[in-house]
């Protein structure tokens, strides 16, 4: 991984950009700050005033681990054109056998986790979260659901503080980021997140048409490039902005010169019809 903010990288993204790619963001713990409640999960004033710039100027989306209703409810005025919910499940196919499966599990997840404090089941229709953020003990709790969970026939994946239980079919943030490239008609993709799950992304054997960026560095990580900390999002959401600004003027000022150029040439008499 290298770090974003090194200027041959911000040249590569400002090159990157120009080819109008899609831009995807994940929302927990990169358009918004992890926080101990997760209902109380917001992007902060200025990521909202910025983010909304970013979709003014660029086809942006989210595909988050949350379902699509919720996250959309957090995005404010941001005019995000596409909205990917439950780890890129939502919307898809097969969402009914989907929910079917993890009403049964949630089940079996209640029965057999129902000793284990400070442990909650988010359900999220087409896919659980296993919480336990709350926990004394968390190292305990985290092998206890590890050790249901391996008895299921569903894909875990751990994420900070919590177990994500998808339908091991089901399609994920990478296939997500695909499907909206190719809906945009567009070879670029860009999308930055900070979890387990992003890796569906950032592992995509796709280098030369997907810049991938994580939030916080991690040597397991397939990602390309990372900002230090969720801070550092709002940096990358205002360089986002100057690129797109900057290529705007640049074009302005090449058709501008154009302009020139052919009043000029208007203006030489032995190019003059008159004069012919």
């Known amino acids: 991984m290298r770090r974003l903010f090194a200027r041959a990288n911000l040249a590569l993204l400002h090159q990157f950009t120009r080819s109008t790619p899609i831009l995807a963001f994940d929302y927990d713990g990169t358009l918004a700050p992890i ?79 129902s000793g284990l404090r400070g442990v909650e089941i988010e359900d999220k229709r087409y896919s659980l979260a296993v919480h336990y953020r709350a926990a004394r003990r968390k190292d305990q709790a985290r092998i206890a659901i590890h050790h249901v969970v391996d008895e299921l026939p569903v894909r875990a994946v751990a994420g900070k503080q919590v177990v994500n239980l998808l339908p091991a079919q089901a399609a994920n ?67 986002l902005i100057e690129f797109r600004a900057s290529s705007a003027l640049d074009q302005n000022e090449r058709s501008s010169s154009t302009r020139t150029s052919v009043a000029r040439s208007r203006a030489i008499p032995f190019l003059d019809k008159k004069n012919v």
């Open 173 to 239: 943030k990478g296939d997500a980021l695909l499907h909206l490239r190719d809906v945009e008609q567009v070879r670029g993709a860009f999308f930055i997140g900070d979890d387990v799950t992003d890796e569906d992304v950032f592992g995509l054997d796709e280098t030369e048409h997907v810049f991938s960026v994580r939030v916080g560095h991690s040597k397991k990580s397939a990602a390309q490039y990372f900002v230090r900390d969720q801070h550092e999002v709002d940096r990358l959401l205002e360089a």
């Open 35 to 113: 926080v101990a409640d997760r209902e109380r999960a917001e992007m902060l004033p200025r990521t909202v005033h910025l983010f909304s710039q970013v979709c003014e100027m660029y086809t942006c989306a989210v595909i988050s681990g949350r379902s699509r209703a919720d996250v959309a409810a957090r995005l404010g005025a941001a005019r995000v054109k596409h909205i990917s919910g439950n780890h890129g499940m939502e919307p898809g196919g097969h969402l009914p056998s989907f929910e079917r499966q993890m009403s049964e599990i949630r089940v079996l997840l209640e029965q057999r986790l």
